[in-house]
Nanobody, 115 residues
Framework: QVQLVESGGGLVQAGGSLRLSCAAS????????MGWFRQAPGKQREKVAI???????NYADSVKGRFTISRDYAKHTVYLQMNSLKPEDTAVYYC?????????WGQGTQVTVSS
């Protein structure tokens, strides 16, 4: 089993920045990918950014140029630096880890961007 602990959410004004962290622990053998998803009220969960084990990165079009995903392989931790935040970025952000072809999710952290 893999456990995920997220941190870093909060309330920020439009144009501000936040940094999310997600640390994986447990019986970790091979993490294939780590990433972030988000879900706004009344909407489906959507991908924000993913980084694979070989460093390939994929961003949602809506966050390109504003968000940066990074990963500390030794600490099994993934980060999401969010700059130039917009009210439409308001959502619960979930960490996702693909480990041995199984999906694991964090508990979610609220990000609220005020206009």
């Amino acid at each position: 089993q893999v456990q995920l602990v997220e941190s870093g959410g909060g309330l920020v004004q439009a144009g501000g920045s936040l940094r999310l962290s997600c640390a994986a622990s447990g019986s970790i053998f091979s993490i294939n990918a780590m990433g972030w998803f988000r879900q706004a009220p009344g909407k489906q969960r959507e991908k924000v950014a993913i980084i694979t084990s070989d460093g390939r990165i994929n961003y949602a079009d809506s966050v390109k140029g504003r968000f940066t995903i990074s990963r500390d392989y030794a600490k099994h931790t993934v980060y999401l630096q969010m700059n130039s935040l917009k009210p439409e970025d308001t959502a619960v952000y979930y960490c996702n880890v693909v480990h041995l072809e199984s999906d694991y999710w964090g508990q979610g952290t609220q990000v609220t961007v005020s206009s």
